[in-house]
T-cell receptor, first 113, second 118 residues
Framework: DQQVKQNSPSLSVQEGRISILNCDYT??????FLWYKKYPAEGPTFLIS?????DKNEDGRFTVFLNKSAKHLSLHIVPSQPGDSAVYFC????????????FGKGTKLSVKP | DADVTQTPRNRITKTGKRIMLECSQT?????MYWYRQDPGLGLRLIYY???????NKGEISDGYSVSRQAQAKFSLSLESAIPNQTALYFC?????????????????FGPGTRLTVL
């Protein structure tokens, strides 16, 4: 059973608008969440993270929101740029465990000029 | 120079052949990981190592083995490759930190190895 779910395989957004990527999780023991970005022919790169003691973390154009009661997090990109076109993976970490990340299946974002 | 390197970057092989994928890192991290990525399935953990003497199976270890030759080197072997092992393979490294009761595990990935088994 998948513990981290990204239900939208793809998302298309116009340049300059907001991109919202969603992620749901089932395990209430997860206490740290990360977003990774992946371009074709490259490895995933860390983008932004959030601890479960927070509900928002912001880094430039990227903001991650966490709703623990709903077991839901989202990544907002404002404004979206064509260079943001990539696959975005949500990942979760369970505190007190061996520290392995559980990844979602990814959402492919396309930002059109 | 890249912090995490993988060799080879691309490999085509035949069913039944033994294949080794290599990973090296210069980040000084103790933890290293091997993942595979298949279309529509995200990243799945094959094996991980928290130090040179510690090797653990991940979600999909069947058909694979690993060797942690040094802190900086972690290799993945397919003893007898089969077509459904055709995938993109990623190595990753991390430190592990705790602060205020929370754990942190930002992983740094290599560029990947595209393996095709015919």
């Amino acid at each position: 059973d998948q513990q981290v779910k990204q239900n939208s395989p793809s998302l298309s957004v116009q340049e300059g608008r907001i991109s919202i990527l969603n992620c749901d999780y089932t395990n209430s023991m997860f206490d740290y969440f990360l977003w990774y970005k992946k371009y074709p022919a490259e490895g995933p790169t860390f983008l932004i993270s959030i601890s479960s003691i927070k509900d928002k973390n912001e880094d430039g154009r990227f903001t991650v929101f966490l709703n623990k009661s709903a077991k839901h997090l989202s990544l907002h990109i404002v404004p979206s740029q064509p260079g943001d076109s990539a696959v975005y993976f949500c990942a979760a970490l369970k505190g007190g465990s061996q520290g392995n990340l559980i990844f979602g299946k990814g959402t492919k974002l396309s930002v059109k000029p | 120079d890249a912090d995490v390197t993988q060799t080879p970057r691309n490999r085509i092989t035949k069913t039944g052949k033994r294949i080794m994928l290599e990973c090296s890192q210069t980040k000084g991290h103790d933890r290293m990981y091997w993942y595979r990525q298949d279309p529509g399935l995200g990243l799945r953990l094959i094996y991980y190592s928290f130090d040179v003497k510690d090797i653990n199976k991940g979600e999909i270890s069947d058909g694979y083995s690993v060797s942690r030759q040094a802190q900086a080197k972690f290799s993945l072997s397919l003893e007898s490759a089969i077509p459904n092992q055709t995938a993109l393979y990623f190595c990753a490294t991390s430190d592990f930190e705790t602060s205020g009761g929370s754990s942190y595990n930002e992983q740094f990935f290599g560029p990947g190895t595209r393996l095709t088994v015919l």
